[in-house]
């Protein structure tokens, strides 16, 4: 989860949400394929596109929609020049870092493999816990569950193979895109829980100044394109309006209306998704290693969110 909603953890309803709507599980459903189709859908971007272009146009396409959003429920973006400025970092720890890695990951290791490393967050997220977040106590269930997820990932790995046929840096930049996303959420807990904005429009700042630090980094690293690929821009357009833009508005109205606990199972459905949708659609080859491994991991994952009075 990439928002400032999901990482504060606030479950009160927002009086301008509507009554009348889809079913919560319906639209967890569809925040479950949309994310898990974006690994593929990065992977086609790359194919025409730079991946800083990839994520540029990816922001600046959820941007859109959460402007149109905004625009529609006459919000407002927050004032203030400290709120500003803890968000420029949360832009770049939740979106600008993360993105870019994963795009670049793509690069060299399959769509499968960077959804199921997307998976190692709630496992990043733990370990971080137990050192920078004094309320979240550690549980010998939890730490078993850290245990477990760090097994699965040796096992996706194949390393008692010597991690035979995988390339190191693009998996490594996909596990560290992974590692941004908790390091982004423990920031935001200690900066701007209870600021007092609504989620909808901190979440549409956050994904502006993301938008404008890739549009600063992005013309210095890459070349306009010599032509514009139909299909790749396709998958960017669609990347952004539904991966990010509808997804974050999706998400949004989950915590308000089921909670944060409950809208991060989203979690464990992704990678599952990711490695169907690489599989069947682009043709990506699957070792026994990888969906065996993902059960360790998202098992793992689940343990660790385990609260105290389960433990």
Known sequence: ????????????????????????????????????????????????????????????????????????KRERLPRGARTWGHLAVAAFLLNALPFSLFA??????????????????????????????????????????????????????????????????????????????PVGWIYVRRTLAGSGHSHLSMTGAQLLLATLQ???????????????????????????????????LIQYGLVAEVGPTTAQMVTYFIPVIATAAGVAILGESLRWTTPVGAVIVLAGAALTQARAGRS
């Open 1 to 72: 989860m990439t928002t400032v909603a999901a990482a504060t953890g606030t479950e009160a309803r927002p009086p301008s949400l509507p009554r009348t709507r889809l079913d919560w599980r319906l639209r967890f459903a569809a925040l479950s394929l949309i994310w898990g189709f974006s690994f593929l859908l990065i992977k086609a971007g790359t194919e025409g596109y730079a991946p800083f272009q990839v994520t540029l146009g990816r922001l600046v396409f959820g941007t859109a929609v959460l402007a149109v959003a905004m625009a529609v």
């Open 214 to 248: 890739l549009a600063l980094v992005t013309p210095l690293f890459t070349d306009l394109p010599a032509h514009f690929s139909l299909l790749p821009l396709l998958a960017v357009a669609a990347l952004g309006a539904l991966g990010t833009g509808l997804a974050v």
């Open 104 to 181: 670049y990951s793509e690069l060299t290791i399959p769509s499968t493999l960077a959804g199921i490393c997307n998976a190692t967050s709630p496992l990043w997220g733990m370990a971080l816990s137990l050192v920078a977040l004094s309320e979240d106590r550690p549980t010998r269930l939890r730490v078993a569950g850290l245990g477990l997820g760090f097994l699965g990932v040796l096992t996706v790995l194949g390393a008692w193979q010597g991690f035979h046929g995988l390339d190191a840096t693009g998996t490594a930049l996909a596990l560290l895109a992974s590692l941004s996303y």
